[in-house]
């Protein structure tokens, strides 16, 4: 199977499993599977723009409907569970140990940035009903397959670095935007945060990349 019906596979089955596992209350708009375009069939790497709108479809998408802060929590929340799904199931236990280190990074930055916007979500709009929705069951059901794939080794972690670069950079976008169109100044500061981290982050995994073997 090529590396880009792979990837497809297995991040649809990560933002299922994110879902029906409870961990994303609001969960929809995760990452979604990748074009054929995104990822060459010899592996190569995904464009970052286009790749990117494909892998999250519906994130960074803001209307009039609802208050621009708390569709960015909500867009940002599940982002994170996605990005930290998938590098507990793909790199937290690699032999590689930057990976590893990377891995750790992402999971306690992230872990803690979820628990503030989730506070902040109940503080700020305790009464709106969440902004994005849910994805479909049979969609779940369907994406469920690829658990089967995730065999580990250096395929899946080249194929995670191609993944996550694009996911963070949506990440990174996202938080530039709410650097200047959030209201509370305490969501303006976060924002400042993750768009650093995740900026560094995607120097670094690109760094891996062109290091890595083919």
Same mark, same amino acid.
């Given at each position: 199977?090529?590396?880009?019906?792979?990837?497809?596979?297995?991040?649809?089955?990560?933002?299922? *499993?994110?879902? =029906?596992?409870?961990? =994303?209350?609001?969960?929809?708009?995760?990452?979604?599977?990748?074009?054929?375009?995104?990822?060459?069939?010899?592996?190569?790497?995904?464009?970052?723009?286009?790749?990117?709108?494909?892998?999250?479809?519906?994130?960074?998408?803001?209307?009039?409907?609802?208050?621009?802060? =708390?569709?960015?929590?909500?867009?940002?929340?599940?982002?994170?569970?996605? *990005?930290?799904?998938?590098?507990?199931?793909?790199?937290?236990?690699?032999?590689?140990?930057?990976?590893?280190?990377? *891995?750790?990074?992402?999971?306690?930055?992230?872990?803690?940035?979820?628990?503030?916007?989730?506070?902040?979500?109940?503080?700020?709009?305790?009464?709106?009903?969440?902004?994005?929705?849910?994805?479909?069951?049979?969609?779940?059901?369907?994406?469920?397959?690829?658990?089967?794939?995730?065999?580990?080794? *250096?395929?899946?972690?080249?194929?995670?670095?191609?993944?996550?670069?694009?996911?963070?950079?949506?990440?990174?976008?996202?938080?530039?935007?709410?650097?200047?169109?959030?209201?509370?100044?305490?969501?303006?500061?976060?924002?400042?945060?993750?768009?650093?981290?995740?900026?560094?982050?995607?120097?670094?995994?690109?760094?891996?990349? =062109?290091?890595?073997?083919?």
């Amino acid at each position: 199977m090529k590396l880009h019906q792979r990837t497809a596979i297995t991040v649809a089955a990560l933002s299922a *499993a994110a879902i =029906a596992g409870g961990g =994303a209350t609001y969960a929809a708009t995760q990452i979604a599977s990748p074009s054929a375009e995104s990822v060459t069939d010899d592996g190569d790497m995904m464009s970052d723009h286009s790749a990117g709108m494909n892998m999250n479809m519906g994130m960074g998408s803001f209307t009039d409907d609802a208050p621009f802060d =708390a569709q960015f929590l909500d867009q940002m929340i599940v982002h994170h569970e996605g *990005a930290i799904m998938s590098t507990q199931a793909m790199i937290a236990d690699s032999d590689q140990p930057e990976l590893r280190e990377l *891995a750790d990074d992402i999971l306690t930055s992230q872990q803690e940035q979820v628990t503030q916007m989730q506070s902040w979500r109940n503080q700020w709009y305790p009464d709106l009903e969440t902004t994005t929705g849910m994805m479909g069951d049979s969609m779940m059901g369907d994406s469920m397959m690829g658990d089967s794939m995730m065999g580990g080794g *250096a395929d899946t972690e080249r194929m995670y670095l191609q993944m996550m670069i694009v996911h963070h950079q949506l990440g990174v976008d996202m938080a530039e935007q709410a650097q200047a169109e959030a209201v509370y100044p305490r969501l303006k500061e976060l924002a400042e945060v993750i768009a650093k981290e995740q900026a560094a982050q995607i120097e670094q995994m690109r760094g891996y990349l =062109a290091a890595s073997p083919e």
